[in-house]
């Protein structure tokens, strides 16, 4: 089956999708042109805010319903530009937003909006999650009803800034040299980084314990490498519960792949199993699964409707 454009008269890119009282909604990011050459640091993309989107009956031809602005950076305290991915979580009745923003010393964290309802609006923490690093949060109730945070992403995710949730580099040596290939990343026969994992506090505004590696294997249990470019994490964590299997999903990044890994507990090991999805036009590849009336789907997004502009990505979706 073709997919289906979702947002045809406006730009959204990194979805995160979930069913709130029977209802659909989308929480994207929202590409705005910013007038600049494209830069490896992300700038060029303007983003400044987040919409929600609701989706009525079938995700392949429901009606697609906008219900506007629900956070601007402006309202955010701390945060200074560059609105990138983020993720809902219901909990007791309230909704949380959690999203990846640059702080004034064009530094990434993570905070977290609150609201009564799903399409908003959302109401900032002044502070973002205390000791919160880089982008791409992915919120995820478990089984055992815990809620837990999946993060992170390389280059103009600063990813590679961090060791053991400390920043051992400063901005001034995280460079992108020829090559596109970052001086802090790992050595190619190193293992390579990994997104971060944390259990969430129970008010759903701070991380109950130090993050930890989200480590990646192959076949035969050795940690995937630095090489590995066609299956290591670069961004977009996804969980998801499927089939007794926690799955872990993620954009390969420069290779423009979704990968998916799976392994019996929350916190891994997870053991490399297939790829998703082929690189789609643009320079980055971002998704969510999610299971709607029995049924899943993959949303992502692609530029093709801009043109090949990568700063400019509309929403797709198509059964998995």
Not at 220 to 246: M, Q, T, V
Not at 280 to 309: M, N, R, V
């Amino acid at each position: 089956m073709e997919a289906r454009y979702l947002i045809p008269d406006d730009y959204a890119a990194d979805p995160a999708v979930h069913v709130f009282n029977g209802k659909t909604w989308i929480y994207p990011s929202h590409d705005r042109d910013a007038g600049i050459p494209e830069q490896d640091d992300g700038s060029h993309f303007d983003m400044v805010d987040y919409h929600a989107y609701s989706i009525d009956g079938d995700p392949m031809t429901g009606k697609v319903t906008d219900h506007g602005v629900i956070l601007d950076v402006k309202d955010v305290p701390w945060a200074e530009r560059q609105m990138w991915d983020s993720d809902v979580a219901e909990k007791n009745g309230k909704y949380f937003l959690f999203f990846s923003a640059k702080a004034y010393d064009g530094t990434f964290h993570i905070g977290v909006a609150v609201s009564d309802r799903p399409d908003g609006p959302f109401k900032a923490m002044p502070e973002p999650i205390a000791g919160s690093y880089s982008i791409d949060p992915c919120v995820f109730k478990g089984p055992d009803g815990a809620y837990y945070i999946a993060f992170g992403g390389l280059w103009g995710g600063q990813l590679q800034r961090y060791r053991g949730n400390k920043a051992v580099y400063t901005a001034a040596e995280d460079t992108l040299p020829d090559g596109y290939r970052c001086a802090l990343e790992p050595a190619e026969d190193e293992p390579a980084l990994c997104a971060k994992i944390a259990r969430l506090s129970d008010d759903m505004t701070s991380f109950a314990e130090a993050p930890r590696d989200i480590l990646i294997v192959d076949e035969n249990g050795d940690p995937l490498k630095a090489k590995d470019h066609n299956r290591r994490f670069f961004e977009a964590s996804w969980l998801s519960y499927r089939d007794g299997k926690f799955r872990f999903s993620y954009s390969t990044g420069d290779t423009h792949l979704i990968c998916e890994a799976v392994s019996d507990g929350v916190y891994g090991p997870y053991k490399f199993d297939k790829v998703l999805l082929q690189p789609q036009i643009g320079w980055t590849t971002h998704h969510c699964i999610t299971e709607i009336d029995g049924k899943w789907y993959l949303f992502h997004h692609d530029s093709a409707p801009s043109g090949g502009k990568t700063w400019l990505r509309s929403l797709k979706v198509k059964p998995l």
